[in-house]
């Protein structure tokens, strides 16, 4: 079976290096026309989908007012004043360093006291200023969600804050309603790909059948999660895995394969995998880098600098030693010269006590120490010529040098070398300014010589070490971006095959296969044929690509050959549920849907009115 249409489009499109998007989103804004909608529209119905991304807004409207995440975080340590921040507002500081909670648990409310915090937050943002609510509420829930959940949320919003009536619907019923408005009159299969869960819901005559649904503790949650232990076992240690971010990879570079196993074999061809990975650059501070850089640089520099230092000041020892030695050798030649000269003319009795007188005991002795002397000295005389020379290089020499140091063929093939004779030649006209050698230049005819030569090695050195700079900045951004990378290959597809099997990560749920299937299985050929006519696949987690084409190769490969199977996806999956929640409650009269004030106080919270898109209300039993 080949890969999915979709799928292969989606990996030819994200063969380049792919870098998150940075933004993040802005506060929600607090709304300023309240009064104007009251006045123009008496008090509409809001409109809160309460799922893992709330979105609140006014009945009627195309679009909800607010959409952020369904979640509030707070500091680990508290610092007197509670500190909080909601939905949006977090920012992305908070959201790895302080405490992240949502109110629900599998998707059902349970943690109220954040509940209200939310609460709170959306109907502030929608602008309303006064005492209470004056306006009915259509809130979502999950699938089948427990009566302690709902009778939790309805004493909130009846007593707490005072609303006259909440009505409560199933958020993926509402998106079939808003996508197929005839079709959900009739028998078919709603199928959400939520974040905290998955559940399938046979829809008969336009009513939900809640003994036969099913929901299985899978979703977007598990394929962050999976997404994330992937990633660090291939690259242990890798910085900077958000959730934020991890949740671009897998919207944007994930993909249900339509055959799983062959979309395997199609990975573990080296070219295939070489065409369609996803390398994923993960930030990092290119400031930072250039910063430590420049340190390591002018550490280096410095440590050089006092290298040089060193060498010099041992230069200058041995040459003033030398220079001590010789003018201790040249009045000692000079005196056993004369010595010599003056025993030449005696008699053997004088000339014995004048090399006596010298410490000498025969003429042997003093040509023997003559020769040594005078041999001793003129090395020494070689030397400190060679000293001379070095620090105050005639001009020919000079010349030569500068022609040698300019030499760009010589730069390029022995670099170190080259900078080592640039340094060394700008040391040596360093100590011939220091030691002011005017006079034996000026007696060359070349006083500007040496500023001349200076400048031309102060260039060549500022030139070469603002390249080695460049260089160094160019090679340890390169490094570190190399090793902020990784690779998606299979993980492309392995990641939602855990919503289809769940053993990958562990899990001993059912997968959402065999889910379809037992579903099926509780229906008349009739009812089940009619089912796999009529599959509607919504919930956050459907925008993933392929998710539409795998659930018609499952139910097409448990359903008999001639069988019909059709499945419709949301147009948007993420929001279609309080569009269609919207559009229902601005026609319908909601006073015969809800649970109202009257209704509370007589009959308790632990009641639910039935509507089209609602759960069944079943009695437990006693």
């Known amino acids: 079976m080949e890969a999915p249409k979709a799928s292969m489009e989606v990996a030819a499109q994200t063969r380049s290096l792919f870098e998150f998007d940075s933004s993040w989103p802005e506060p ?47 500091p680990k340590v508290k610092k007197g004043v509670d500190e909080i921040s909601i939905g949006n507002g977090i920012t992305e500081k908070q959201f790895t360093k302080w405490v992240v909670t949502g109110p629900h648990e599998q998707g059902v409310a349970t943690n109220f006291d954040v509940q209200e915090k939310l609460l709170d937050h959306a109907f502030a943002h929608l602008g309303i200023d006064t005492d209470q609510i004056e306006h009915p509420i259509v809130m979502t829930e999950a699938l089948c969600c427990p009566g302690y959940s709902r009778a939790g949320l309805t004493e909130m919003l009846l007593e707490g804050y005072t609303a006259p009536s909440v009505a409560y619907g199933v958020p993926d019923l509402f998106s079939h309603m808003h996508n197929r408005p005839e079709a959900a009159q009739a028998t078919g299969l709603v199928v959400s790909l939520g974040y905290e869960s998955t559940s399938v819901m046979p829809v008969l ?54 055959d799983y196993g062959t979309e395997l074999d199609r990975w573990a061809d080296p070219l295939f995998a070489r065409q369609h990975n996803v390398c994923v650059q993960m930030p990092f501070d290119a400031d930072a880098v250039t910063a430590a850089v420049d340190s390591t640089r002018e550490t280096a520099a410095e440590l050089e600098r006092r290298h040089e230092g060193n060498a010099l000041r041992l230069k200058d020892m041995h040459r003033q030693r030398r220079q001590g030695k010789l003018q201790n050798l040249r009045p000692r030649v000079r005196q056993l010269q004369l010595l010599r000269d003056e025993i030449a003319d005696l008699e053997e009795e004088e000339s014995a006590a004048a090399l006596v007188r010298n410490g000498i005991e025969s ?39 500068r022609l040698t140091l ?3 063929r010589r730069r390029k093939e022995d670099p170190d070398q080259w900078l080592r004779d640039v340094r060394s030649e700008r040391r040596r006209v360093t ?18 010589e040496l500023p001349r030569l200076a400048r031309e090695l102060d260039e060549l050195l500022h030139e070469h070490e603002a390249g080695i700079v460049r260089e160094s900045r160019e090679c340890a951004l390169g490094d570190l971006q190399r090793k902020k990378q990784v690779t998606l290959d ?30 099926f299985a509780q229906f008349s050929q009739k009812e089940a044929d009619q089912l796999a006519a009529n599959v509607f696949v919504t919930g956050q987690e459907a925008k993933i690509s392929g998710a539409a084409d795998r659930i018609r190769a499952e139910i097409r490969g448990m359903r008999p050959a001639d069988t019909e199977v059709r499945v419709f996806a949301a147009a948007d999956p993420g929001s279609d549920g309080w569009r269609g ?29 039935e509507h089209v898109a609602s759960n069944q209300f079943l009695i437990p039993k006693s």
């Open 490 to 519: 299979m993980e492309r597809v392995r990641v939602p095959e855990v919503l289809f099997q769940p053993h990958i990560i562990g899990s001993a749920t059912a997968g959402l296969g065999e889910v379809l299937e037992r579903t």
């Open 581 to 609: 929640a919207s559009a229902w409650a601005n026609r319908v009269d909601l006073s015969t849907v809800s649970i109202t004030r009257d209704w509370y106080l007589e009959h308790g919270p632990n009641h639910l009115v």
């Open 28 to 74: 929600d804004p607090v709304a300023t026309d309240y009064h104007q909608v009251v006045a123009s529209r008496g008090h509409p119905a809001i409109v809160i989908d309460n799922s893992a991304h709330c979105r609140v807004g006014w009945a009627g409207d195309t679009n909800p007012r607010l959409s952020y995440p369904n979640i509030t975080a707070k």
């Open 431 to 448: 100590e011939q300014i220091e030691r002011s050698a005017v006079t034996e230049l000026t007696a060359l005819g070349d006083t500007d």
């Open 363 to 401: 003429i042997v002795d003093l040509n023997a120490e003559l020769a040594q002397s005078e041999r001793d000295l003129e090395q020494m005389e070689d030397k400190v010529r060679t000293d001379t020379q070095a620090v105050n290089p005639t001009v020919p020499a000079r010349k030569r040098m």
């Open 406 to 408: 300019t030499d760009e």
């Open 205 to 258: 005559g336009g009513r939900l059948d809640s003994t036969r649904s099913s929901r299985i503790e899978l979703g977007g949650f598990q394929f962050l999660q999976t997404m994330y232990k992937l990633i660090q076992l291939k690259r242990p240690g890798l910085g900077g895995l958000t959730y934020p971010r991890i949740r671009q990879l897998v919207d944007k570079h994930t993909y249900f394969a339509a």
